[in-house]
């Protein structure tokens, strides 16, 4: 049986990451509950709004430069992880579909990554061309920050650097479930019928006009909506993964207390048995 202190150390050590568990997961819950907020407020109108511009964009005579449909040769992949770890298997999640999407999916033709989060940074660039890495918008999540990185994602399509490109993302159901998604992020991709839906409507300016104005906002709300889905996501993922390390650990220590209780038990019955048994050989 397992020496006393040796138990007593592994206790303490049980104890001490439980503590660190279960704070973690009262700060990711804190956190959890701002960036929900934020994604189910905005989510109304980045759909209406992508919706708008998908059927604006399918009633036009002549396409533009947004939505080119070329033949696929360069892809880039937009993966949105975290920074951090410690949050299940949000982040491998992402992982697995980066690589999915590059050796099956679009097998054969130049894949590379752009990294929004330390993660897929370090993992997906060990095998793939990573091109930019904006894991320090995390830092400061505002629209202002991400329509820089839509910019430059606009500049690489239009100027046919990349003939399609993706996101991959992670986007918050709940604190306990996350849906891995792939949207086409450029060129935009026409909702069917939407000739005849956009028959009925008066533009002012121009329908051309109208369009080209949209297509920018829309792109960078789009973006701007996977990032904070995966940022809600996150926070939702660890809590969950920090409740189930936190439970884990207490089962553990309680384990280790029983088994704790039974040799102290033992070596107190052993002492019982050899004085025991010393004062009946001085009897005798």
């Known amino acids: 049986m397992a020496n006393l202190k040796e138990i007593r150390n592994r206790i303490?050590?049980?104890?001490?990451?439980?503590?660190?568990?279960?704070?973690?997961?009262?700060?990711?819950?804190?956190?959890?509950k701002k960036a929900q907020d934020a994604i189910t407020a905005m989510r109304p109108y980045a759909n209406k709004l992508t919706e708008l511009l998908q059927s604006l964009s399918?009633?036009?005579?002549?396409?533009?430069?947004?939505?080119?449909?070329?033949?696929?040769?360069?892809?880039?992949?937009?993966?949105?992880?975290?920074?951090?770890?410690?949050?299940?298997?949000?982040?491998?999640?992402?992982i697995k579909q980066g690589y999915l999407l590059a050796e099956e999916t679009y097998a054969g033709k130049q894949v590379d990554i752009m990294a929004i989060g330390k993660k897929s940074n370090d993992i997906l660039g060990k095998k793939f061309n990573v091109i930019a890495n904006h894991s320090k918008v995390f830092d400061d999540l505002t629209f202002e920050n991400v329509s820089a990185i839509a910019e430059d994602l606009m500049e690489h399509f239009t100027t046919g650097d990349y003939?399609?490109?993706?996101?991959?993302?992670?986007?918050?159901?709940?604190?306990?479930?996350?849906?891995?998604?792939?949207?086409?992020?450029?060129?935009?991709?026409?909702?069917?019928?939407?000739?005849n839906s956009a028959a009925d409507y008066i533009f002012?300016?121009?329908?051309?006009?109208?369009?080209?104005?949209?297509?920018?906002?829309?792109?960078?709300?789009?973006?701007?909506?996977?990032?904070?889905?995966?940022?809600?996501?996150?926070?939702?993922?660890?809590?969950?993964?920090?409740?189930?390390?936190?439970?884990?650990?207490?089962?553990?220590?309680?384990?280790?207390?029983?088994?704790?209780?039974?040799?102290?038990?033992?070596?107190?019955?052993n002492e019982i048995l050899e004085i025991v048994g010393g004062a009946e050989a001085l009897n005798n």
């Open 12 to 32: 303490a050590s049980v104890s001490s990451t439980m503590q660190i568990t279960s704070a973690m997961k009262m700060v990711s819950a804190a956190k959890l």
């Open 58 to 94: 399918g009633s036009l005579e002549a396409g533009n430069k947004y939505s080119d449909n070329r033949e696929i040769n360069r892809v880039l992949l937009v993966a949105i992880t975290s920074n951090r770890g410690l949050c299940g298997a949000f982040n491998s999640n992402i």
């Open 163 to 195: 003939d399609r490109i993706d996101i991959v993302y992670n986007k918050f159901k709940n604190a306990a479930t996350q849906i891995i998604m792939t949207e086409q992020f450029l060129p935009i991709v026409p909702m069917e019928g939407s000739e």
């Open 204 to 269: 002012e300016p121009s329908k051309v006009e109208i369009v080209e104005q949209l297509i920018p906002k829309s792109l960078k709300t789009q973006l701007y909506k996977g990032i904070r889905d995966s940022f809600a996501s996150e926070h939702g993922a660890r809590m969950t993964a920090m409740h189930k390390a936190t439970d884990n650990a207490t089962e553990m220590r309680d384990q280790l207390k029983l088994t704790y209780n039974k040799a102290r038990q033992a070596a107190i019955t």
